[in-house]
Nanobody, 124 residues
């Protein structure tokens, strides 16, 4: 069982930056692939980024590539999402997710642990 708690969301102007954190409970954090997803009002949840459990390989949605960076600190049981050059279209509730697998899924349905979400609002 893994419990995930996100933090770091807020209101920022376009072009600004935020760093989201997701702290996980449990002693097997390093066994989990971790992902970030987001859901804007009236839209479906979408994949943002993910990081593998072994080689720390990272994967990004095209819409955030070169602006967002996912990283993890297994010693702190935490995954991060650094977001630069934010745009109004990045406004959404951001969720972290975890799954005990060696693969790196991009589909939310393949993750079985989720945080409660943190709101990110980017003003124009």
């Amino acid at each position: 069982q893994v419990q995930l708690v996100e933090s770091g969301g807020g209101l920022v102007q376009a072009g600004g930056s935020l760093r989201l954190s997701c702290a996980a409970s449990g002693r097997t954090f390093s066994s989990y692939t971790l992902g970030w997803f987001r859901q804007a009002p009236g839209k479906e949840r979408e994949f943002v980024a993910a990081i593998s459990r072994t080689d720390f390989n990272t994967y990004y949605a095209d819409s955030v590539k070169d602006r967002f960076t996912i990283s993890r600190d297994n010693a702190k049981n935490t995954v991060y999402l650094r977001m630069n050059s934010l745009k109004p279209e990045d406004t959404a509730v951001y969720y972290c997710a975890a799954v005990n697998t060696i693969t790196v899924p991009r589909l939310g349905s393949q993750y079985n642990y989720w945080g409660q979400g943190t709101q990110v609002t980017v003003s124009s």
